[in-house]
């Protein structure tokens, strides 16, 4: 078992451009989470989906952020136009149940 | 609302020293509870967690949790501290059966030698 696989590790845009986070729940887990990490904010919810669907979106801010899981083994997190208050860690986390199992997190940098 | 308040942002321990990390609760009937510890640049991973029965539960490293219902307190313990369980330790909480999980605002633990 691999755990949640978070693609990439790093990543740094330029202002304005979009940025694509990729996570791959563990295999046989109905539920995927994605999560905003900062000093100032802390782990913030951003949104989850289970059997693929999306369930609760309450923490995505309004523009720019959407994210979609397509099929069981994948879900995206998009920026567009992204903004240097968007650096973070973006943590995606998957369940069968009420435990989630995290993976290491994808560092977003935007210049 | 539902909310998970860990009262202390940093607490310092020297090695050896017993540890106990405060987690009061706020939720109608009895949520599930977990703890979850962050270490530098890495996921959470999940300590423990309780569901029901015993209200003390038993974690991995030697680590355990008191639930308290009178209380609304789901308190970590360990009875001596080593230098690698240096992290920040964050405590959750999720309505029984649910799968969306509330997180505290998380304590940074430094063990000093």
């Known amino acids: 078992n691999a755990g949640v696989i978070q693609t990439p590790r790093h990543k740094v845009t330029g202002k304005g451009q979009e940025a694509t986070l990729w996570c791959e729940p563990i295999s046989g887990h109905s539920a995927v989470f994605w999560y905003r990490q900062t000093i100032v904010q802390g782990l913030e919810f951003l949104t989850y989906f289970r059997n693929q669907a999306p369930i609760d979106d309450s923490g995505m801010p309004k523009e720019r952020f959407s994210a979609q899981m397509p099929n069981q083994s994948h879900s995206t997190l998009k920026i567009q136009s992204t903004q240097p208050q968007d650096s973070a860690v973006y943590l995606c986390?998957?369940?069968?149940?009420?435990?989630?199992?995290f993976g290491p997190g994808t560092r977003l940098t935007v210049l | 609302a539902q909310s998970v308040t860990q009262p202390d942002a940093r607490v310092t321990v020297s090695e050896g020293a017993s540890l106990q990390l405060r987690c009061k609760y706020s939720?109608?009937?009895?949520?599930?509870l977990f703890w979850y510890v962050q270490y530098q640049r890495q996921g959470l991973q999940l300590l423990l967690k309780y569901y029901s029965g015993d209200p003390v539960v038993q974690g991995v490293n030697g680590f355990e949790a008191e639930f308290s219902k009178s209380d609304s307190s789901f308190h970590l313990r360990k009875a001596s501290v080593h230098w690698s369980d240096s992290a920040v330790y964050f405590c959750a909480a999720s309505r029984t059966g649910g799968y969306k999980v509330v997180f505290g605002s998380g304590t940074r633990l430094l063990v000093s030698p």
């Open positions: 986390a998957s369940s069968s149940g009420p435990e989630q199992y």
């Open positions: 939720y109608s009937g009895t949520p599930y």
